[in-house]
């Protein structure tokens, strides 16, 4: 993985797309293990603390699904941690992704407003005109960027964080990310889909300056 940014706190990476973010059950390999080893290995050339040695710290901020490729942050503190979760829970943060789908809107900028709900397997987000029991509002702004490789590239601005909005909202005006079959679009590579998160701001936990990580995507 590209290291984007690192110092005493903060670890951010440009997650590939197949990742989890987060260590867990799953069998295959998370961001998290991934970033935890380098982490380990830069520790035992440059530390001079045997516990830290010992027990490295480094937790997942946020999440990013495991098709989708971006900037990830991992806090090394449970200061950094509880400091920057709290920015993402109280949207301080400001995320912008890159999608190409695989048609062009009907308008080329918009705000989409739904309200979200899990399926019953909790695999894919259901979007509702109304509020509904149990759903959450989902709002994003999006605009067209330009062509690639013949197919619109957007860039979004979610101005909330629920689960698979992007995924669904974009799905949800007939315009799907490139090879996300869950919401309707034809296959493109494994574990793998055209949604990037190419740019975060936040507030660093110990210099209280604006943070701007960027990463781009491979496609």
């Given at each position: 993985?590209?290291?984007?940014?690192?110092?005493?706190?903060?670890?951010?990476?440009?997650?590939?797309?197949?990742?989890?973010?987060?260590?867990?059950?799953?069998?295959?390999?998370?961001?998290?293990?991934?970033?935890?080893?380098?982490?380990?290995?830069?520790?035992?050339?440059?530390?001079t603390s045997k516990r830290l040695k010992l027990t490295p710290y480094l937790k997942a901020i946020h999440r990013l699904d495991r098709p989708t490729s971006g900037v990830l942050l991992?806090?090394?503190?449970?200061?950094?941690?509880?400091?920057?979760?709290?920015?993402?829970?109280?949207?301080?943060?400001?995320?912008?992704?890159?999608?190409?789908?695989?048609?062009?809107?009907?308008?080329?900028?918009?705000?989409?407003?739904?309200?979200l709900l899990r399926s019953e397997d909790g695999k894919k987000a259901i979007l509702s005109d109304i509020q509904v029991r149990n759903s959450?509002?989902?709002?994003?702004?999006?605009?067209?960027?330009?062509?690639?490789?013949?197919?619109?590239?957007?860039?979004?601005?979610?101005?909330?964080?629920?689960f698979h909005q992007i995924r669904a909202q974009l799905a949800s005006i007939g315009c799907p990310v490139i090879g996300d079959?869950?919401?309707?679009?034809?296959?493109?590579?494994?574990?793998?889909i055209m949604l990037h998160a190419h740019q975060l701001v936040c507030t660093h936990p110990k210099t209280q300056e604006p943070l701007i990580l960027e990463a781009f995507p491979e496609w």
């Open positions: 993985m590209q290291i984007i940014f690192e110092d005493y706190y903060l670890l951010a990476v440009n997650k590939p797309a197949g990742l989890s973010s987060e260590s867990g059950g799953a069998k295959h390999t998370s961001a998290e293990d991934e970033a935890l080893l380098y982490f380990t290995k830069t520790l035992q050339k440059t530390s991992f806090a090394k503190t449970k200061t950094a941690l509880t400091q920057v979760m709290a920015q993402f829970e109280q949207r301080e943060t400001e995320k912008t992704y890159w999608a190409v789908v695989e048609k062009m809107p009907k308008q080329q900028s918009g705000e989409l407003r739904h309200w959450q509002l989902a709002i994003l702004d999006y605009s067209f960027k330009e062509m690639k490789n013949g197919k619109p590239l957007l860039e979004i601005k979610p101005k909330t964080g629920r079959v869950a919401y309707g679009a034809k296959p493109w590579q494994d574990y793998a």
